[in-house]
Each structure stands twice: as C-alpha cells, then as structure tokens.
C-alpha cells in the first residue's frame, strides 16, 4: 500500500497566498522529502527532512514533520503562477532498502 | 552535469513489439530507480538497483517487463511483448545512497509510451 498520502488532492489559490499540502503515513521513516512535477516533466526534488528533525526552510518553503501523528506538511509562502504543479512527499524507510515510496500527490494552481 | 538521461523521449509502438527505454544516470550516483506514472495508478516503482545490483523488483508487473544495469552508467527497461495497458510515462531516476543515507533522488525527463 501506499505509505504517503497527500491532502488535498487539489488545492487552488491566488497569486501571493499560501498554500498548505499535507502528507500523511503509516510506518517509521527515516526521511520524508518533498518533489514537485510540472506538467509532462520529471519530479525535482525540493526538501528532505529527516526523521530526527521538526522543521526544516528552504527559501519560500517550509516543512515539518510530526512523527508522533506520522505527518507532513509543505507550506509555499507567498504562492506565484509558477508554483502550479503537482507535489508529492516520498517517504524513506528505516532499512537500508535505499528506496523511497511517492504518495498521489497534490496538484497546485496559483492563479495569477 | 546533464542530469538523468533517458531515451527514447517518445515511443510508439504496435501491441506485441518490444520497446527498450534507455536511462543513463548521473554521474557518481549508485543508485538508479524505474518508475511508471499513470493517471490511474500514480507514480510506481518498478524495480530498483544499487551498485548495478537489482535489490527489489516486486513492483515489475509482470514477466513481460525486464530490467539490467551492466554498468554504472546504463540501464535498460525492456517490454517484451509489449501491451496496450502498458501505455504510460516511465521515469528513471538516481541517487548516490552514502552512510549519510541521503535519499533524494534525481529524475530524468521520461519516456512517454503509447502502445497501439
């Protein structure tokens, strides 16, 4: 089964509010990462935080990570056109498996 | 660093033909994964190799589909006989996994499959 899902499926905004996607769980992790996929391209990678970790900023993102709850959350600050997209977390379990698992992802439309 | 490499960009082939997809990693990376991206079933991991060495293949659908890596810098996902319902985006990807176990994993462009 999967092991993240996201929430919403779908989220539409204006251009300059902020959009808030959550990611949810089942099992330990030892990292959660964050990607992101514009239409008819690869994911890119955006984030990863790892499982010891509560809070991690990357410029006009922020995630954090409640492993209590075995959940996620990516805010976008100050959304623009350009951040339409899908977004997905992948979590890593605690193996050595190397592999990460996607969830379904969310899909974002910022509306200029 | 060109990224992940993957070819062809677009396949079109008949049900029953055989389709090889291409991916050439990043260079350094030891691990490189397959996935299949539908509307339907989402982003999946087919099978994926660390060292050149295959280390989960449970997500290959069937016997029809088949993966190798010879070297460091190439792999192939091979479709033999290919099938409609395997119409869809295959994305390969790399990581380099040290003992810091960094997990972000870099993608390539895709191909898009039609089998008619």
């Known amino acids: 089964s999967q092991q993240g899902e996201e929430d919403p499926q779908a989220l539409s905004i204006q251009e300059g509010e902020n959009a808030t996607m959550n990611c949810s769980y089942k099992?330990?992790?030892?990292?959660l990462q964050w990607y992101r996929q514009n239409s008819g391209r690869g994911l890119v990678h955006l984030i990863l935080?790892?499982?010891?970790?509560r809070e991690k900023h990357s410029g006009r993102l922020r995630v954090t990570l409640d492993t209590s709850k075995k959940s996620s959350s990516l805010l976008i600050t100050a959304s623009r056109a350009a951040d339409t997209a899908s977004y997905f977390c992948?979590?890593?379990?605690?193996?050595?498996?190397?592999?990460?698992?996607f969830g379904d992802g969310t899909t974002l439309t910022v509306k200029p | 660093d060109a990224g992940v490499i993957q070819s062809p960009r677009h396949e079109v082939t008949e049900m029953g033909q055989e389709v090889t997809l291409r991916c050439k990693p990043i260079?350094?990376?030891?691990?490189l994964f397959w996935y299949r991206q539908t509307m339907m079933r989402g982003l999946e991991l087919l099978i994926y190799?660390?060292?050149?060495?295959?280390?989960?293949d449970s997500g290959m659908p069937e016997d029809r589909f088949s993966a190798k890596m010879p070297n460091a810098s190439f792999s192939t996902l091979k479709i033999q006989p290919s099938e409609p319902r395997d119409s869809a985006v295959y994305f390969c990807?790399?990581?380099?996994?040290?003992?810091?176990?960094?997990?972000?994993?870099?993608f390539g462009p895709g191909t898009r499959l039609t089998v008619t």
């Open positions: 260079s350094g990376h030891n691990s």
């Open positions: 935080i790892r499982s010891n970790e």
């Open positions: 099992t330990s992790i030892n990292n």
């Open positions: 992948a979590t890593a379990y605690n193996t050595n498996a190397g592999k990460s698992t």
């Open positions: 190799f660390n060292n050149n060495v295959p280390i989960d």
């Open positions: 990807a790399s990581s380099f996994r040290g003992r810091d176990m960094g997990y972000e994993q870099y």
